[in-house]
């Protein structure tokens, strides 16, 4: 299994300003994915992150607004941009370890207002 | 159509009871099933995982695919309170190191 932390694990932000969320694990993971989870709702994978390469982004995500960075294989970070009331949500960062298991961390609770 | 459905519930049964929650899907390309757990305000927790069709059982937990009726199913037994969480079915196609397709996640209370 792999131990996932997120910082911060919630917080309350004003709309046009930008937060930073940090996912860490404790063993080095090749794949690691941020996903959104709006109340009620499923989980939707924002983008794939692979170390030394660029992020890939699902459909209706752009790198504008969800910029990512990979410098290593145990940390991720990312950034909710110019923010609005509408990107409040829960934001996951999950690791695939060898083979099929992928695991979360807790989540970060963002409120934009 | 979605790519994986599931019912949302909320589903509430009394301790003890046997509860069933399913999905179904519609890309045969799936071959790797997984159910979540997830309690109010964490993360999701992977609580069981199938390979292809057939059943797989952990203690009082039992997870059936039929990839024939693209329909899969998690069984849990002598439901519990601390069972109440939201069960989230989640699919892969073949590549082990592929992005996950969740259905919405079911609700479940039992209460004592």
């Known amino acids: 299994s792999a131990v996932i932390s997120q910082k911060p694990s919630r917080d309350i932000c004003q709309r046009g300003t930008s937060l930073t969320i940090q996912c860490q694990v404790d063993s080095q993971v090749t794949m690691m994915f941020w996903y959104r989870q709006q109340p009620g709702q499923s989980l939707t994978l924002i983008a794939t992150a692979n170390q030394g390469s660029e992020a890939t982004y699902e459909s209706g995500f752009v790198i504008d607004k969800f910029p990512i960075s990979r410098p290593n294989l145990t940390f991720s970070t990312l950034t909710v941009s110019n923010m609005s009331p509408e990107d409040s949500s829960i934001y996951l960062c999950?690791?695939?370890?060898?083979?099929?298991?992928?695991?979360f961390g807790p989540g970060t609770r963002l409120t934009v207002t | 159509q979605k790519e994986v459905e599931q019912d949302p519930g909320p589903l509430s049964v009394p301790e003890g009871a046997i509860v069933s929650l399913n999905c179904t899907y519609s890309n045969s390309a799936f071959q790797y099933f997984m159910w979540y757990r997830q309690y109010s305000r964490k993360g999701p927790e992977l609580l069981m995982y199938t390979y292809s069709s057939g059943n797989k059982e952990d203690g009082r937990f039992t997870a059936q695919v039929d990839k024939s009726s693209k329909y899969i199913s998690l069984f849990i037994r002598d439901s519990q309170p601390s069972d109440s969480a939201t069960y989230l079915c989640?699919?892969?196609?073949?590549?082990?190191?592929?992005?996950?397709?969740f259905g919405r996640g079911t609700q479940l209370t039992v209460w004592p």
């Open positions: 999950s690791v695939a370890t060898a083979s099929y298991e992928q695991y």
């Open positions: 989640a699919m892969k196609r073949g590549s082990t190191l592929g992005r996950l397709y």
